[in-house]
């Protein structure tokens, strides 16, 4: 049969479709090991170092395929498409069920980046082959393969994450990498030896990943459940983190990025120490500023002092927000704290705010997640804490959830060494919590204070402190204290606590 004339456009939006694919893989598998793994910096390191030597292994090994450069291409663009479409659902099951998800990782980075490595220089030889404006076409070429990293490393974290969660996104893909192989099929099928089985297997291929797609939302709660204990009652993918709700009986539970917030059961032992215990440094607050704790519930016990005017919360995560305000079972353990007259909400980066703020507050609460991957880690600096300073009235009290004094006291001494660099006086202190352990904060001043001259506030309805457990915060055991002086600062350009919080977590 005559071949028609060749023509390299299609060639070209076929790049650009599987330059997409290529760094949502990329994305997919940093990302989502960083949520099931923590430590975002580690994870996407070792995904793109990894990704990187397969695609030049598979480069290289592109010069041995000689024959029916077409059909071979081909078969690279299924098998990727098929590769990624299960990326996520396999690795969510690995982790789940087995403890081989590191070697799950590496094995799919390593195949998806050999496959990705042979597509780019198959179209090369393809553009070569024909003769057909080669300098031209190959420039046109690698301008659309960056274009398409371009679009898909916007595209994954703006829209396809949020809207569509890990799995979907997977088998969307997978669609396009297939879509990408159907182009060759069809539109240079004079150049196929093998096209009946090609379009055959297409069609197959399609009807699969497409099933998989629209069931990828039933799917990824089924696969979440697995993740937590409880039945999952409200799931949702933010712009920065997964939100998950748990309930079983009266224990309503949230999870962010997989980490759990709060207990319905227990979490004012938490609130009161982080509330109350600096209120008993600076009973006449009146101005507050909050750094987290978007579920409300330092709110709701700050709206215990009838002399605090105003209460600023700053947020990131508006979804956040908006789940404590509108979930009926959480606007009723806040007491719909968020929607009182006293409290304005912002949503902005804690950082950020600091940066541009101009006004002075008597108190400022920081609620914010452990430092367990480096974006987080910045909010526990030495530029973090000085800008709090900044803010802060010249006799203001600040205090810090800061982990686990036992679990993870490197991590939770690392805190507090840092605060001391910016703070004169620095008073570590901490509570048991059935869910979470031991926990600690840290309140700062540069106020004179005598630990054993403070009284817990009269005229509050406590769950939990009395006069005689509050004097027991202050108290720390032999197992729960580290050498300071070995212990180094948390800073921007070197930020050590994220190591010292990862290697705690190893020794549990």
């Known amino acids: 049969m005559e071949q028609k004339p060749f023509n390299a ?3 070209l939006f076929t790049t650009l479709l599987i330059s ?6 990329e994305l997919i598998i940093g ?19 990894l990704y990187l030597f397969a695609m030049g292994i598979g480069s290289y090994l592109s010069k041995y395929l000689n024959r029916h ?14 590769l990624g479409s299960f990326s996520s659902i396999l690795l969510f099951v690995c982790h789940i069920y087995t403890n081989i998800y590191p070697l799950v990782m590496y094995v799919m980075i390593l195949s998806i980046g050999l496959l990705v490595g042979i597509e780019i220089p198959l179209l090369v030889r393809i553009i070569e082959a ?9 420039a046109n070429l690698f301008a659309f393969d960056y274009l398409g990293g371009l679009v898909g490393s916007i595209a994954f974290p703006l829209l396809l994450l949020p809207k569509l969660g ?11 990498n297939l879509i990408a192989a159907a182009i060759i099929v069809f539109r240079y099928q004079d150049y196929l030896q093998y096209k009946t089985f090609f379009k055959n297997t297409l069609i197959l291929c399609f009807i699969i990943v497409l099933g998989f797609t629209v069931y990828g939302d039933y799917m990824t709660r089924q696969l979440e459940s697995g993740l937590y204990r409880d039945q999952i009652i409200y799931t949702r993918q933010s712009l920065y983190q997964k939100i998950v709700l748990t309930k079983h009986k009266d224990d309503l539970r949230l999870f962010l990025d997989g980490n759990i917030q709060f207990s319905s059961m227990d979490e004012y032992r938490y609130h009161e120490p982080l509330v109350h215990v600096p209120m008993s440094v600076f009973p006449e607050a009146r101005h507050v500023l909050l750094l987290g704790a978007g579920d409300g519930l330092a709110v709701r016990q700050l709206l215990k002092y009838p002399g605090i005017q105003d209460i600023l919360l700053i947020d990131l995560d508006e979804e956040m927000i908006n789940l404590a305000r509108t979930n009926p079972q959480i606007k009723k353990l806040n007491e719909q704290a968020l929607d009182n007259n006293k409290v304005t909400v912002v949503i902005e980066d804690a950082f950020t705010y600091l940066q541009r703020a101009n006004r002075k507050f008597d108190l400022i609460i920081i609620d914010l997640p452990d430092p367990n991957n480096d974006t987080l880690n910045k909010l526990y600096t030495t530029s973090f804490y000085r800008l709090v300073k900044q803010n ?29 660099e910016e703070f004169s006086q620095v008073v570590p202190y901490h509570v048991y919590v059935p869910t979470f352990g031991d926990w600690g904060f840290n309140l700062a001043t540069e106020r004179k204070i005598n630990i054993s001259e403070l009284r817990l506030p009269q005229g509050i309805n406590y769950q939990y402190l009395n ?14 204290r580290v050498g300071l002086d070995k212990i180094e600062l948390n800073t921007l350009f070197k930020p050590t606590l994220v190591g010292y919080y990862e290697g705690d977590i190893e020794k549990m």
């Open 392 to 420: 802060l009235a010249p006799d203001g009290v600040m205090v810090t959830q800061s982990s686990s004094p036992y679990f993870t006291k490197n991590a939770f001494w690392c805190i507090h060494k840092t605060i001391h």
């Open 20 to 25: 997409i694919c290529s760094i949502i893989y």
């Open 130 to 138: 024909n003769k057909q404006n080669i300098k031209s076409n190959i």
């Open 69 to 82: 450069l077409f059909d071979t291409f081909t078969l690279v663009e299924i098998a990727v498409g098929l």
């Open 31 to 49: 990302s989502l090991s960083s949520y099931l793994l923590g430590s975002s910096v580690t994870q996407f390191s070792i995904t793109i170092g």
């Open 166 to 176: 890990y799995v979907t996104t997977a088998f969307v893909t997978g669609l396009i």
């Open 9 to 11: 456009a299609p060639l």
């Open 467 to 480: 006069e005689d457990n509050f004097s027991s915060l202050f108290l720390f055991a032999n197992d729960e």
